[in-house]
């Protein structure tokens, strides 16, 4: 349910089609996630899981399957 909800946010907040969101989706690795997109990605997560993520995450986070790693520290479950 969560990694559904997360790939919802990825594809909204970038402005692409889900089925484009796998674990292998980095960052820079298509031209919509860029600075900017991340950080539309990185405030509607925080919006949507209720976390504040800290700025060793936000930057850490390149990759959907990243993502759900660094989640995990903040209990949510994949």
Do not use: C
Not at 11 to 19: Q, R, T
Not at 29 to 36: A, H, K, L, Q
Request: hydrophobic share 40%; net charge negative.
């Amino acid at each position: 349910m969560n990694e559904q909800k997360l790939r919802t946010i990825f594809a909204e907040s970038l402005g692409i089609d889900e089925s484009q969101i796998t674990d292998e989706l980095t960052y820079n690795s298509i031209p919509e996630w860029d600075s900017i997109g991340h950080m539309a990605l990185i405030a509607e997560i925080d919006d949507q899981f209720d976390t504040m993520l800290d700025t060793d995450d936000v930057l850490e986070m390149s990759s959907f399957k990243i993502a759900k790693e660094i989640l995990k520290k903040y209990d949510i479950e994949f």
